[in-house]
Every structure is written in structure tokens, then in C-alpha cells.
């Protein structure tokens, strides 16, 4: 069974501040996908990464896939309260399952940006 | 920007009922889904599908449970005796090319079984 795992699960800090949120597996994944949501609204697609090793920057966003294509982080610089929000990361499985294979997802990494 | 689009937004109805769940997927995407999130719990994979059948189910998506695209541009999911644990956001979503690039997904329709 593949798994992703993300931490920290909460996050509160201030205006201005860095961070970074991790999701992790035991598993490769042929790519890695990151979401934000936002309470009762569907999960909005930031940026999917494909390539071992790879980082994309999306504005103050950074995104990594880890060169085993296990794992990714996105790290946020000066973070700003629109910034808040449930950021997910979800694999796209390796299983032979059709061209259009599911996604598995971790729980989350809510993120609180305190003016 | 294109959009996925879901109805109802809400949805309350009594255990044992049928409910169906409705989608209008981007109109150039080929491929198509339902995923839920229980409160509080993981978005959970129900089912894909592309040219007019279904190419992968889930564990969840037992025999209650069907989609269809009956006319071209919707894409339905349909729960033929609703159970209280069947509580939860469904999410409709679509992609272009098979899901590997990422998906559109729609706002969700909240289902609560009482």
C-alpha cells in the first residue's frame, strides 16, 4: 500500500516568516503533485514535479522532488496570511492501472499566517 | 479560466436513498474522477474514467456506486442506497492528458446522510 506522509500536520507562525512542509513515502511515485485547499473548496493544483531531483519555483513557492522521487518539499518564503490554507501533496502511483492512474494522498499541512 | 463544476453544492438526504452527483468536467479534458474526503480524514480516489468506461475503482466504489457519461458533457456519480458513512465531500475532477501533469478539480458536493 502506498502511503504519504506529511508534517508538520499544523503550522502557526508570523507574517514574514520561512517554512517548509515535508511529504514523504516509502514508495516512487511517478510524479508528485501539490494542492492547496481552502474549507469547503475542492483542492487547487500549485505545481507537479516529475523528474528526481527537480525544484519549481512558483513565486515565493519552492517546490522539490527528492532525486528517488520518494518524497517533496515546499518551502515558503515570507509567508503572507493569503498564504494560509491546507496544503496537500499527492503521488501518482506507478501501478499499472490504465493511463490515467489514481492519486494518493497525504492528510495535509494546515498553515496559519498570522498578521 | 476553465472550471469544474459540481451540483448540488449541498446535499441531505435519508438513509437508503439514491442520490446522484453531477459534474460538468472542463470541456477538452478526456479524463475524468470522483474522489471524496471524509471531515477530518484524506482525500480518498473512488473511481477514473476515460472513454466511456470505467479504468480504475477503488475498494470504496462497491456495487452502490456507478458513474456515467450520458450526454457528453456531464459526468455523474450515482449511490443507489446512501449509508451514514457515505458522509463526505465528493470531488469531481478532470485532466487533459491522464492526471500525470495534475487535475482540475471541481468545489465538491457536500453529502450528508441522515
Known amino acids: 500500500t502506498q502511503l504519504l506522509e506529511q508534517s508538520p500536520q499544523f503550522l502557526s507562525i508570523q507574517e514574514g516568516e520561512n517554512l517548509t512542509v515535508y511529504c514523504n513515502s516509502s514508495s516512487v511515485f511517478s510524479s508528485l503533485q501539490w494542492y492547496r485547499q481552502e474549507p469547503g473548496e475542492g483542492p487547487v493544483l500549485l505545481v507537479t514535479?516529475?523528474?528526481g531531483g527537480e525544484v519549481k519555483k512558483l513565486k515565493r513557492l519552492t517546490f522539490q522532488f527528492g532525486d528517488a522521487r520518494k518524497d517533496s518539499s515546499l518551502h515558503i518564503t515570507a509567508a503572507q496570511p493569503g498564504d494560509t490554507g491546507l496544503y496537500l501533496c499527492?503521488?501518482?502511483?506507478?501501478?499499472?492501472?490504465?493511463?490515467?492512474?489514481?492519486?494518493?494522498w497525504g492528510l495535509g499541512t494546515s498553515l496559519a499566517v498570522n498578521p | 479560466e476553465p472550471e469544474v463544476t459540481q451540483t448540488p453544492s449541498h446535499q441531505v438526504t435519508q438513509m437508503g436513498q439514491e442520490v446522484i452527483l453531477r459534474c460538468v468536467p472542463i470541456?477538452?479534458?478526456?479524463?475524468f474522477y470522483w474522489y471524496r474526503q471524509i471531515l477530518g480524514q484524506k482525500v480518498e480516489f473512488l473511481v477514473s474514467?476515460?472513454?466511456?468506461?470505467?479504468?480504475?475503482k477503488s475498494e470504496i466504489f462497491d456495487d452502490q456506486f456507478s458513474v456515467e457519461r450520458p450526454d457528453g458533457s456531464n459526468f455523474t456519480l450515482k449511490i443507489r442506497s446512501t449509508k451514514l458513512e457515505d458522509s463526505a465531500m465528493y470531488f469531481c475532477?478532470?485532466?487533459?492528458?491522464?492526471?500525470?501533469?495534475?487535475?482540475?478539480f471541481g468545489s465538491g458536493t457536500r453529502l450528508t446522510v441522515v
Open positions: 499527492a503521488g501518482r502511483g506507478l501501478t499499472n492501472a490504465g493511463n490515467n492512474r489514481k492519486l494518493i
Open positions: 475532477a478532470s485532466s487533459r492528458t491522464g492526471g500525470g501533469y495534475g487535475y482540475t
Open positions: 470541456s477538452n479534458h478526456l479524463y
Open positions: 514535479v516529475v523528474t
Open positions: 474514467f476515460y472513454n466511456n468506461e470505467i479504468s480504475e
